[in-house]
T-cell receptor, first 116, second 112 residues
Framework: DTGVSQDPRHKITKRGQNVTFRCDPI?????LYWYRQTLGQGPEFLTY????????KSRLLSDRFSAERPKGSFSTLEIQRTEQGDSAMYLC??????????????FGPGTRLTVL | AQSVSQHNHHVILSEAASLELGCNYS??????LFWYVQYPGQHLQLLLK??????LVKGIKGFEAEFIKSKFSFNLRKPSVQWSDTAEYFC??????????FGTGTRLQVFP
């Protein structure tokens, strides 16, 4: 399967703990995006990378959230001191910026986080 | 602020019925518009997209959408739905900054 992959698929944690999610984009894609989706809502943009550079961060991304893409390939999203309000599906997407097809984003299966 | 509105939150149809899902966006710049679909237990998949040119775009599985600039709309249509179309449908607009703004989604249930 050459699609976007995410790990883990499910994470249950206690409030106050730190969690880290991983996203592996489609190999030739240089743009990588993180979104968050809560029940009954559409995905909301969190941040995105062009290669290893983080180009934009949403105001939704508080100081407890940090994302990295150290080598321009996979990315990690860390949430420190989790709160119950962080419970959501965290989606990763990638796109080939240089494609003539303007930035179609391909989504992974998501990581569902439950904070108890 | 830029936003996308989907007015139908839950639609229930019988097989062979026609479908139209509404999508309106609020954004003054050049728009690139998408419909994504999420089948039960699966990830988001692109259904169709509009970048420029013919405002009537055709996607996979017999879906089409029409971009009406004057109405800021991008409604999704299918003349005859099937049980396998049961899914959640999301309209999205791509901003100049390359981030997608999604609507809240429409849950479609099709009964045989």
């Amino acid at each position: 399967d050459t699609g976007v992959s995410q790990d883990p698929r499910h994470k249950i944690t206690k409030r106050g703990q730190n969690v880290t999610f991983r996203c592996d984009p489609i190999s030739e894609h240089n743009r990588l995006y993180w979104y968050r989706q809560t029940l009954g809502q559409g995905p909301e943009f969190l941040t995105y990378f062009q290669n290893e550079a983080q180009l934009e961060k949403s105001r939704l991304l508080s100081d407890r959230f940090s994302a990295e893409r150290p080598k321009g390939s996979f990315s990690t999203l860390e949430i420190q001191r989790t709160e119950q309000g962080d419970s959501a599906m965290y989606l990763c997407a990638s796109s080939p910026k240089t494609s003539i097809d303007v930035n179609e984003q391909f989504f992974g299966p998501g990581t569902r986080l439950t904070v108890l | 602020a830029q936003s996308v509105s989907q007015h139908n939150h839950h639609v229930i149809l019988s097989e062979a019925a026609s479908l139209e899902l509404g999508c309106n966006y609020s954004y003054g710049g050049t728009v690139n518009l998408f419909w994504y679909v999420q089948y039960p237990g699966q990830h988001l998949q692109l259904l169709l997209k509009y970048f420029s040119g013919d405002p009537l775009v055709k996607g996979i599985k017999g879906f089409e959408a029409e971009f009406i600039k004057s109405k800021f709309s991008f409604n999704l249509r299918k003349p005859s739905v099937q049980w396998s179309d049961t899914a959640e449908y999301f309209c999205a607009v791509l901003l100049d900054t390359d981030k997608l703004i999604f609507g809240t989604g429409t849950r479609l249930q099709v009964f045989p």
